[in-house]
């Protein structure tokens, strides 16, 4: 199996505050793998990091073989990276049909199937279509964490990052959400996701990894951690 993504003593700060000096781990295309942990533990950072939207400052990342280093975040996204941030930070005043749209802008090859990419995100999200003319500033958390996915899906990834979809949502819809990361990788995008839902991201995982104080402490499948009396106690309240 081929490696979708490799990371190898990764390390990042924010200014002076160092979030972690060596993380390494690997995905394999076609993986679905969650990375779960405390707040604070540096989850949203290393995708971050991966995606170029926090300076490199030690270590490597490969992304299908070749190396991103020195790589804007606009030529990481053109290397088959998608990534779907925590908080959405989509354009409130712009509609969401354009809001989708601006997902392929500046990628040609993401242009031309564009129509064929949009049909596929309206069928995963069917309210989107329904709410294509209106305001993104308008819409509901739910429906704004289904547009932030559906426009990183404009870029055509091959891996698609994604940073806390459930936050805010209720249980109805997280499992609306949860249900389309399922199919989105069913279709062949590799997907690494970052989550405080434990519980649900685990059942959904291939493999998961455990960040603790700016490290990976424990890598097995998501069927395994669920049950791993450590995680148990840690995260799930068991």
Partial sequence: MSTALKVEGLAASYGKIQVFWNISFHVDEGEFVTIIGANGAGKTTVLKTISGLIPLRGGSVQAFGKSLKGFSA??????????????????????????????????????????????????????????????????????????????????????????????????????????????INKEGVTVVLVEQNVQQSLKLADRAFVLENGEIIKEASGAKLLHDPDVQAAYLSI
């Fill in 74 to 183: 606009a030529k990481i996204v053109r290397a088959g990276l998608g990534h779907v941030p925590e908080g959405r930070q989509l354009f409130g005043l712009m509609t969401v049909l354009e809001n989708i749209e601006s997902g392929a802008d500046y990628l040609p090859e993401a242009r031309k199937e564009a129509a064929k990419t949009k049909d596929f995100v309206y069928k995963l999200f069917p309210r989107l279509a329904e709410r294509e003319p209106q305001l993104a500033g308008t819409l509901s958390g739910g429906e704004l964490q289904m547009l932030a996915i559906g426009r990183a899906l404009m870029s055509k990834p091959r891996l698609l990052l994604v940073d806390e979809p459930s936050l805010g949502l209720a249980p109805a819809l997280t499992k609306t959400v949860f249900g389309a990361l399922q199919q």
